[in-house]
């Protein structure tokens, strides 16, 4: 069932034309958008790439393949800057969540291993430029839908000032992005820098 977000965002076009497929008035003059995404395989039998993909490196222990990337989910909690340090301690950073595709499978992965319990930090902030997030990595954060929430008020994140810097998933709007004060304690994500071939 389309929430009230996504139903607001495909009206704006701020949707991709296939998540917002069919629009169907009843005898009330009631607009229903029906979002076909989870259906989308079925109707074009064309399925979504598989979660993990003919190249997939070999991870280290304790790192599990999740769309051709070897990630980590470590659940105690710290800063942000104490958990990019757990990540780094593991030969790892913060996960760089830049893809729609890999955002899917890392969520679905989330919610089918019993990790839903947690807020994760991952590696984007805006520390050094206030409203330019970037990655640890130094590219620019993708914005707007489908990486970032709206934690249920329509305003989308990033949406508070200088003082939430660091971007986490929140567990509360489906793992969307949110900005959060960096020193919040939250779980976090890594990703492995050196793969085994």
Known sequence: MPTRRMRTECQRGQ???????????NPRNMVF??????????????PLPPATTA????????????????VQF???IGTWKEMKNECFNEDAEMVKVDDENFMYYLVEFI??????????WIGASDEDHEGTFTWTDGTEVKMGTP?????GDQ??????????????????DHFFFFDYPCDAK??????SVSKIQ
């Open 186 to 191: 939250r779980s976090v994500i890594c990703e």
């Open 111 to 120: 919610n089918d291993n019993g990790l839903d319990g947690h807020r994760y």
């Open 74 to 76: 470590r659940t105690e």
């Open 33 to 46: 958008l029906v979002l076909l995404v989870p259906f989308l395989p079925l109707l074009t039998g064309s």
């Open 155 to 172: 305003v989308q994140e990033p949406d508070v000032g200088s003082s939430e810097n660091c971007v986490g998933l929140a567990r509360e």
């Open 147 to 151: 990486f970032w929430g709206d934690g």
């Open 55 to 70: 190249t997939n490196p070999q991870c280290p222990p304790g790192f599990h393949v999740i769309y051709g990337r070897c």
């Open 15 to 25: 949707y991709k034309a296939q998540h917002c497929t069919l629009e169907v008035k």
